[in-house]
Structure formats: C-alpha cells, structure tokens
C-alpha cells in the first residue's frame, strides 16, 4: 500500500524551527558523521526524507529525533547546508506537539505569543489567588512563618501536591501516547512484553546519567546539561517533600545545603546556556526557537526568585520576602502546569522512554538479520 | 619490376613491440630480402630523431623506398610519409607494417610473435618494392555553403560564414525561422527568455544580404564532392506550385535538430488519456501564454514532473537526453513565480547536472521546495486518476529510492519531460548528403571526440542535436565549430585530394553499373553518352569495393593494385 505524500508538512514543521530541510539531496554525510548513529537508527538523513515527503505518520512512530543530541556535527558536515541538526530539533518539538491530545502543545510551539499571553495569565491568576488566599486564612503579609505567616508551608505543600498531581497525569497520557505511536500502532512495531521488563532499569539509567549526551562527543554540554537537570530534580524533591524545613526558621542543612547547590546549579548553568544561545557558540546554539528561550528564562526567573524570597527572609524582611514568595510562585506554576507537559520540558520523560523503546527495537531488529559470517565465507541460497 | 634501394626500420615503441619481438633479429632478417640495402631498430621511430634518421638515410644511402615496422598506419603513417616528402621522395614510396597492434600487443609466445613480425615485414617489403610514385591533385573549392535548418543552429552558422564574407543559402522546412528553441519560454540555468536568443539571431540573418532564407524548402538532391556541390532544393508554399532552384556550394551545414519523444507510447503515464497530463513541450506553451491552468480553468496546487520520459529506458531510448533535467528544474522555478502556494515535485532516476551553472541551478531548485523522488530505471512511475476524497485530480505511485518507501504523490498537473530523438525524416537527408546514422538515428561525426562536426564525407558537417541530444551552448558551438572548418577550407581557395582513388579504364568497363550501388559514398557516376562509369576520384575514399566487384576487371585502385597485394601476400606467406 503507498504511503501518501504530503509536500505541505514541511511548511507546517517551518513553525517548530527547521529551515532548509529542502536542500538535502541524500548525500549521507549527516548520517556518516553521527555518533549515534547504529546499523538499526540511521539519522539523520532517513529524517530529513521523511520530512521532506512529508511522512506524517512514519516520522510520529519514529524514535531518531530523540536518540539524537544535536551536537551538530552533521549541520557543520552538510555540503548543502540543509541543517540536518536543527531538523531532528524541530522534529523534537513537532512530536512533543503530536504526543500532547489537548493541543495546547502545538499552540504554543506555532504561537509563542500564546505561549507567553497563557503563562502572564495563569500567573496573575496565580498572584490574585495566593494573596487572596493568604489573606483570607488570617495571613499576615508582613510575616513570613509561624501561625499568622502569609503563605503557610503545609498550605503550599497541599497546593504542590495538587499540581504535581495534575502535571504527572499530563505528562503521563502524552507519554502512553508516545509509546502508542512508536511500539503499538504498526503491528510490525510490536515487541514481546517479557522485553518491556528486562530493559525496565534503562529508564532510570537514562533519566538520572544521560550517558548518551556523553557520548555525543564534547564532555562540557552533556555536563552542563546533567548539573542543570540534577539540580532541578534535587530541588524537586526538596520541595514536594521537606518544604517545611526549606520555609521554616531554623537551620536543616540536610534540606538547606543540597537546596544552596542546587539553586547554584539552576542559576549558573541556564545563565551558561543562554550566554551560549546570545554568542551562538556551537551549532546547537545558532538557531533558537523561541521555546528555547522561553524555558532558560522562565527557569532562571523561577530559581532567582526563589533564592531572593529566601534571603530576604532569613535577612529580616519579611514582607519583601512575601511579595517575592508570590512573585515565585506566579512563575513557578506556569512553568510546572503549562511548560513541563506541553513544551521544552517534556522531554525529561521522552529522552528516556525512547532510549528504552530504542533498546527493546533494537534487540527485535537484531534478532532477524543473520548473524554476520565469518571473513571470506559466503552464504550459500537455498535452492 | 626496376631494381631499386629498400630501407628497414624496425621500431621498439619504448617497450611496446620490443617486449614481445626480438627487434634485433627483425633487423637482420629484414636485411637478407631482396633490394633491402639497409635496416635498423630504434626506441622510437616516430620520434624527431627517429624521423631524420629515415630522412638522412635517404640523402645519403640513395634509398628510394622505405618500410617502418611499426604501429597502425591509422597511427603515423602521415608522419612518415612526410619524411619521405622531406627527403625529396615522392611519398608512396612508403610501407609501414603493423607489428604492434597486429603483433606485440596481441601475443605472448615471444619466438612466434618475432617470427610474425618478420613475416609482415617482409609483405611489406615485397609490396613496397612494386609501389608507384602518385602525385595528388587539387580542386577548387566554391566559397558559398549550403545550411540545411534554421534553428539555433543553422542561424548561428550561417551567420559566423556571412559575416566572414560568403554567401549561404539557409534551407529551413517551416514556415518560419527559429526551430524547436522557439518553442520554449525561459532557459536554464539562468532563466533567460528563448525569445530573446532568437529573435536578434533572426534579424542579423535576414537583414544579411549575403544570406538566401529559403521558407517551406527541402533539399531535395545533393550530387559532386567537397568544395563542388550541386544542390536542389524544392520550396513548397501554400499558394504557390512547387518550384526548384538549383546552385553550387562547396560544403553543407546539416543542423536538421530533433523531434520530441511522443508520450503516448508509454502507456502507464495516461498521456492522452487523462486531462491534466501535459508534455514539456505543451507546458513551454502553457509558460509562454502565461496560463500555467488545468484543462478546465482551475489552478494547480501540486505540479508533478516526470524526468527520462523515453530516455534511459530498455525499450525506448537508451540514451539521456541531456536538456531535460535543467528544463525540469526551470519549470519548478516557472511554476514557483507563476502560482506561489503550488508544489513542484520531480520524479527523477539520476539528476544530471553537468553544465556551466548547473550545479548551483540544482541547489536553488531546492531552495524554492521542489520535492526531489528518486525512482530507479525501468520502475517507472503509475499515474492514475484520483478519488474525489483526495484533495487532487491524480496520484502518482512510485517506488521512492531514498526512503525505500512506495509512495504515492498528489498531483494536479503532471508535466512529461519527454526526451530528445533524431528526426523521423533524418534518414532521408542522411541519403540525401550521403553520411550515416547510428542505431538511433543520430548522424555520425567524423570521430566523436576529436572530430566531432566533420562528417565521413568532405565537405558535409552536422551541428547541433541532429548529431545527438545536447543544450544551446553545446548546439551553439558545434554550429560556430562547423562554420569555422569551412571558413579555414574556404580561406585556402584549394583543396588537395588524396591520390589514393579508384580508376576504371573506360576501354574495358562494360557498362554493368554494379559498382555505381556498391560505392558506399556515391563516388562514382555514370557517363550515360559512353555508357561507362566514372569514379569521382575527390569523393572516392579508397575502399576498394568497386574494385574487387567489377566483373571485367576494369576498375584499379591506386596503391592497391593487384600487383601490389599479391606480392605483400605472398611475402607475408612465403
């Protein structure tokens, strides 16, 4: 049966960030020069053909634009200049808009003014609710802890848990959707269940080393990129599970000291990244969408504010410390309700699903060819 | 037979024949036949030193004929032949005896090759000793040039000849002047209009007064030789009766172009059959209009281009045809300005991009997201008609080689690019002007890389896509070619004519006529008064067909006498 081809989605992927996706003529250089490349996942040529016809439905089952790190190697090979490293990315946003079912995904990676109006939005309502909130539980905005405090912790502890709640089926729905695309749709993508477990430990792996980043080439990005995630992770479980030691008076350095590192962590390495995406220093950084910087900022903005809250607390200011709390909070829940299952930030679960979706392929695939024969044999047909 | 003075020289070409042949014991050999008073080897006898040894030999020796053991005659037998000229010997006092090609190069039992090359010399010397000194004649050469098609080609050509001073008489079919180039809109790669090249060809030609536009005319009889042609070409307008007009020229032009491949025969492609599937020719038309639209008026949205329509193909044309890859490139760019939101596909097998500016040509097609499909040769692509669910009139089905995928491709528009084939008629003028055709139909140069506008009879040369298919600058600087090795004979006055001819002694030719059909290039008329042929010796070119035929005997061939074949026979036998 043909595969429709569609001359148009090219158009429609322009709106994710790739450009020149036309001027690949096949030559191969792109796939030659990947280091991650293997006899099963060959890109990212095989991509750029899909897209350029226009293959909807393979690109949405194919796992390439994940196992691919953009160092960029094939963009700076490319006699054509067709940017092979930028197409894998706008693919990467492309499926996070396909794996999403509310739309709001595609919205934003079409729209970036959408994107920003939704998130002042829901931060003001954010703002508006918190003070009300503090307010009406006998919060006093000029004291930042104990029973008249403004934002109790076991308040925003509630609220924390509601919004992870909300975040973690999100993001959950659009992975199965992931897993639906690539490992069930076809038939001929299917593997046996017993595989789903014997790789199950890849997910972790993956998730908490990023090995594979490593083995893109340059150590420096992939250890740049593991500190941010390591620190935001940290400050995550600070935060759903010890934030009252983080708000209290008194000093909890198990909480406090892992908080400190991790906050220098998110400060210092999105002010690196977006150093680099101002300079254009690697290939990886010329082209920026507009999601990219959405996500630096908004990460930055969410960790300054809340080291300042806590400063101006623990100096004696509790009033300034309040307005700040509130101020953190009105960009700590977009980011958390809006970015992390609908943009960027999603792919903290899709990277590792499809390293352990590509291993289980991987093994099926192999299964099938003929082992290789030893040198100068020849294999003999059958009659 | 005159006693007479033979040198042998014996050559090693480097290590080529002596390798193989012992050329010392040539030499020696060679020294024990009759009349030979001298023979030597040397490393290289083409070679100036190798050439002024023959040379001084002669001087001093006394030798009056002379036989180089060597290459192929095809290979150096002008050269020394020339030698012999420079000595003061008439030069057909000349044997060379192939013991290379025909020798060294073909054997490896050494013994046995140096005995065959003793044999082969010593034919050799036993003809050259019965060789007769022939002098070459000179003809004159009339100035004026018969150009047959008034395409790019012949208007360049014949303007390149007026301009240098003579008269041409351009004989062109149609009605109008221009061929198939005025059938395009823009060209490729640099999408200038093929209106524009015209039309300031066509003014220079018929504002020249030294050249004769003959419209709706055909050549219709060519008789004589290089420098001395008879040309009648008959001129058929509406109104008028057909007349005939008759006048010399030295040489002929053949610039008679190419006709395009006709669709229909490919039956898979639906040409003829569904609405909206269109040759490149039709679509230069659609262009040139400036109406690029489906039959019934609507715009389309995808245009689809399918390249090697009759070319590279087993049952058609095995050949490329060289334009169509940039014309299909031209026409992404054509369809891109003239409908914005349309998509260009090109279903190609190879994308042939050889030309000045063709590279570049093939990325900015990119650039404007024209989808490149590869199919692979001989799995030609299906078009069907489409369902009204589609969102298109036809879908194309092809097995797409850079995905492996079969896809199957929305079109509205389906643009054939039919290739280039030699002209259904070429065989007419072929005969017309006596020169060859290939398997395809093209006509024969002289030799296809050194020769390429020359013909294998003097005085006729092709130019442009009557040879084979090839762009404007490749037709453009044949015909330039082809009117500058005219103008340099012309520039001569004379032409000298090999003295190597066949000759019928009119006492004893019967009048039979089986050699006038025989001669492969019309060399021999036939006096009707005396009722005996005649070999027109600057058109003969020695083949000795004639000869070997005439049942009376009466027909000799210069330098190839029976004489002079029997005694080589039987030096090579003996």
Known sequence: MAIRVNPLLIDDLERYGAEDVQKCYHCGNCSAVCPHTDETFVFPRRSMRLLQMGLERKIEGSLEPWLCYYCGQCSTQCPRDAEPGETMMSLRRWLTSRYDFTGISRLFYRSPKAEVLAMVALGLVVGVGLVAWGLGNGGDIRVYDGERAFLKSHHVHVFDWGMAAVLVGLLGTNAARMWWFIMYRDKESRVPWWLYVKHVLLLPYHFFTQKRYAECGERKPWLLHLALMLSYVTMLVLIMFFLGHMQSDTWHWQAHLPGYLATLGLLGATAWMMRGRLKKITPLHRHSHESDWVFLVQLFVVAFTGILQHVLHRTGQPLAGNVVYVVHMMAAVPMLVLEVPFSKWAHLVYRPLAMYFAAMRREVLRAKVPAPLPAGARRVQAA | MQPCKIGVYVCQCGTNIAKVVDCEDVVAFAATL?????????????????????????????????????????????????????????????????????????????????????????????????????????????????????????????????????????????????????????????????????????????????????????????????????????????????????????????????????????????????????????????????????????????????????????????????????????????????????????????????????????????????????????????????????????????????????????????????????????????????????????????????????????????????????????????????????????????????????????????????????????????????????????????????????????????????????????????
């Open chain 2, 34 to 574: 009759p009349h030979v008073v001298l023979s030597k080897t040397y490393k290289y006898m083409c070679s100036n030193p190798g050439q002024d040894m023959i040379v001084q030999d002669i001087q001093s020796h006394g030798l009056d004929r002379v036989v180089v053991a060597a290459c192929s005659p095809r290979m150096h037998e002008r050269t020394f032949r020339n030698a012999l000229q420079v000595a003061g010997l008439n030069p057909y006092f000349f044997e060379m005896a192939n013991i290379r090609e025909h020798c060294s190069w073909v054997h490896e039992d050494h013994v046995a090759a140096t005995e065959k090359a003793k044999a082969l010399v010593r034919g050799a010397v036993f003809r050259v000793a019965r060789h007769e000194a022939l002098e070459r004649k000179t003809v004159d050469m009339c100035p004026e040039v018969l150009v047959l098609g008034g395409g790019v080609s012949g208007l360049t050509a014949a303007l390149d000849i007026a301009e240098a001073g003579y008269r041409v008489r351009l004989v062109e079919r149609q009605g109008a002047l221009g061929g198939n180039l005025a059938r395009i809109d823009l060209t490729a790669p640099y999408l200038n209009a093929a209106r524009d090249l015209l039309t300031e060809r066509i003014t220079r030609v018929t504002e020249n007064e030294r050249i004769d536009v003959l419209l709706h005319s055909r050549l219709v009889n060519l008789e004589g030789f290089i420098g001395n042609y008879r040309a009648t070409v008959e001129t058929r307008d509406a109104d008028n009766p057909p007349r005939k007009t008759e006048f010399l020229v030295g040489n002929v032009i053949v610039a008679t172009g190419y006709q395009e491949f006709d669709a229909g025969r490919i039956t898979h492609y639906g040409y003829g059959k569904l609405p909206n599937v269109v040759t490149s020719f039709e679509f230069e038309q659609m262009l040139r209009q400036g109406r690029v639209q489906m039959d019934d008026g609507r715009l389309p949205r995808f245009v689809s281009i399918v390249h090697c329509v009759g070319s590279r193909s087993q049952e058609f044309h095995g050949y490329c045809s060289r334009v169509c890859c940039m014309t299909a490139l031209k026409y992404a760019h054509e369809v891109r300005s003239a409908i914005p939101g349309c998509r260009v596909s090109d279903i190609y097998i190879d994308m042939h991009a050889f030309g000045k500016g063709h590279e570049d040509f093939y990325r900015r097609s990119s650039e404007v997201k024209t989808l490149f499909l590869m199919y692979r040769k001989g799995d030609r692509p299906v078009i069907r008609k489409a369902q009204p669910s589609d969102g298109c009139d036809m879908l194309i089905e092809v097995n797409e080689q850079l995905s492996g995928e079969t896809i199957e491709i929305p079109s509205d528009l389906v643009v054939l690019m039919v290739g280039m084939e030699a002209r259904s008629d070429a065989h007419e003028v072929a005969r017309l002007v006596n020169i060859s055709q290939d398997k395809e139909g093209w006509f024969i140069e002289s030799h296809p890389k050194l020769d390429p506008v020359a013909t294998t009879t003097d005085g006729i040369y092709i130019a442009g896509t009557c040879a084979a298919p090839k762009d404007i600058p490749d037709t453009v600087a044949q015909a330039r070619a082809s009117a500058a090795r005219i103008l340099a004979k012309v520039a001569r006055g004379k032409i000298e004519v090999d003295a190597v001819y066949a000759e019928v002694d009119e006492a004893r030719c019967s009048g039979c006529r089986i050699c006038n059909d025989l001669c492969p290039y019309s060399a021999i008329e036939f006096d009707l008064e005396k009722k005996v042929s005649r070999v027109i010796s600057a058109v003969c070119k020695a083949c000795g067909a004639c000869g070997s035929a005439c049942p009376s005997g009466a027909i000799k061939a210069r330098h190839f006498t029976d004489a002079q074949i029997f005694a080589q026979i039987e030096g090579v036998l003996r």
